[in-house]
């Protein structure tokens, strides 16, 4: 999905939920589930409706604790999140993500063996670790909840 065609989606209590298709929200909207919270008064929609940029629904969903709160699952997008999008070796916008410790060397696949990296820090580091590289991380890595990666969407 891109951004530019995904609804925000909250919770009857004005809490995020996260983001739905155009087709879900109009969905939700005519099943009379969901109500319009905000509107992008830049785009039109069939005749008198316009296009929502956030919906509400009108129901509190009931959600899992884990579900909210719990162990996010990894991903490049994730890492990015996480760490805001600046490398954690220079803080220049990150476009990559950089194993601390090579997988190459005995590197796991967690988050607490990932950064965000631009490309010149992640070339220069190569297959190497920081110390070995000459490399200072600025921030140390940590497990990140899956609320907080929701929140910096």
């Known amino acids: ?5 995904t609804i925000e989606l909250w919770n009857a209590d004005y809490q995020p939920l996260g983001f739905i298709s155009f087709q879900k929200a109009v969905r939700l909207l005519a099943l009379n589930k969901a109500v319009v919270e905000v509107v992008d008064e830049s785009r ?10 956030v919906v509400r629904l009108t129901k509190q969903a009931k959600l899992a604790y884990d579900k909210l709160y719990g162990k996010a699952i990894i991903s490049k997008r994730g890492v990015l999140l996480r760490d805001n999008w600046k490398c954690a ?3 220049s916008r990150a476009d990559t993500i950089d194993h ?3 997988r190459s060397r005995g590197g796991d696949e967690s988050w607490l063996n990932k950064v965000a990296c631009c490309f010149n820090c992640n070339n220069k580091k190569d297959n190497r670790t ?4 000459g490399m200072i991380l600025k921030f140390k890595p940590y497990v990140p909840t899956r609320a907080e990666l929701r929140q910096r969407l």
Do not use: N
Not at 130 to 133: K, Q
């Open 1 to 5: 999905m891109t951004a530019a065609r």
């Open 44 to 53: 039109e929609f069939l005749r008198d409706w316009l296009w929502p940029k």
């Open 89 to 91: 070796y220079c803080f």
């Open 100 to 102: 601390v410790i090579p």
């Open 130 to 133: 920081p110390e070995e590289a």
